[in-house]
């Protein structure tokens, strides 16, 4: 039950800065992100997105503008982009055998929308 109480206590205690130092992550450090990254959960573990690292600042300048003028985007030490990822949904029906699943049994093929 301590676990617990810890655990909730670090939900509630959490935050989000957006002031950044000026100090450099480390390649450690970044590994550590993106694997935490593809360990958080998703619907059916499916992890269907994408992610991008920007580096560019040009590319960062540019995403301050389309992501609502954010000015700490252009500023952020380490960028990293998520993007729903319908390539690859489509990529894992393929694989899973659904299309030929479907025309067997005379089911439509589902594709994403917007809202997925």
Sequence with gaps: MNNLLKNLDVLMNRKSVRAYSDEKLSEEIKNAIIESTLRAPTAGNMMMYSIIEVTDEN??????????????????PYLLLFLADFQRWMDYLKTSGVDEYNKENNIEMYHPGEGD
């Design 59 to 76: 590319l960062k300048n540019k995403l301050v503008e389309t992501c609502d003028n954010q000015p700490m985007i252009g500023k952020a």
